[in-house]
């Protein structure tokens, strides 16, 4: 017996997606790239803050924050599809503004 929402694949990302998000990681002994949501995520003390689902990349952001980036384009980061996860959301255009990356993904 199955309860709760139907099971579906996660999206999984690209090989080229994952290369360029451990690009992005920031190199410190306290960073941690571990698998996640078929992709991988970044964790520091045990707290994701960065990650890919599907061949998007997500960060964990304060709600000022979250709100600046949504107004760039971003969005809110739906793993099952009407179930946002607070605190996190999507990065526009990430794999070609890394500055904006390399600014959302160190708050």
Same mark, same amino acid.
């Given at each position: ?8 694949? +996660?999206? #999984?990302?690209? @090989? ?7 690009? !992005?990681?920031? @190199? @410190?002994?306290?960073?941690?790239? #571990? $698998? ?19 061949? &998007? ?19 809110? !980061? &739906? $793993?099952?599809?009407? #179930? $946002? ?9 990430? +794999?070609? @503004? &890394?500055?904006?990356?390399? &600014?959302?993904?160190?708050?």
């Amino acid at each position: 017996m199955h309860y709760g929402a139907p099971e579906r694949p +996660s999206p #999984k990302a690209t @090989d080229e997606a994952k290369a360029h998000f451990r690009t !992005l990681v920031p @190199d @410190d002994e306290r960073v941690s790239v #571990k $698998p996640m949501f078929g992709a991988m995520a970044a964790f520091a003390n045990g707290y994701m803050f960065m990650g890919l689902f599907a061949s &998007e990349l997500f960060v964990r952001l304060d709600d000022t924050d979250t709100a600046t980036v949504t107004a760039a384009g971003g969005g809110p !980061l &739906e $793993p099952m599809p009407g #179930k $946002p996860m607070r605190g996190y959301v999507t990065i526009p255009n990430w +794999s070609t @503004d &890394e500055s904006a990356v390399r &600014e959302w993904g160190t708050k």
